[in-house]
């Protein structure tokens, strides 16, 4: 008999100032801390708090992990698929 699948996690993808934000990181400690945070946004992508203002129709979104001391700014496409980090801060 097939085991049940876990929840269903949308893809991660970085805008191009939180890929090059992501390529400066070279701590270990702090690609862990960041990692842990993206699985979080990955399987619940409403999980971070909407912020004000309109920002050309995108829903930009903060998730902070206050115990690893990661801070991401995030928005997800239409059929919640994709998850698109537009900043990193670790």
Do not use: C, N
């Not at 690893?68 to 700014?73: N, S």
């Amino acid at each position: 008999m097939p085991r049940p699948h876990g929840p269903r996690r949308a893809r991660i993808t970085f805008s191009d100032a939180a890929a090059k934000q992501l390529e400066t990181l070279t701590s270990e400690a702090d690609l862990h801390a960041l990692d842990r945070a993206l699985v979080v946004v990955s399987v619940d992508p409403d999980i971070g708090e909407p912020l004000p203002g309109d920002t050309a129709g995108l829903r930009l979104r903060q998730y902070t992990d206050e115990v690893e001391g990661v801070r991401l700014l995030y928005w997800v496409t239409v059929l919640r698929t994709v998850v698109v980090v537009a900043y990193i801060e670790v």
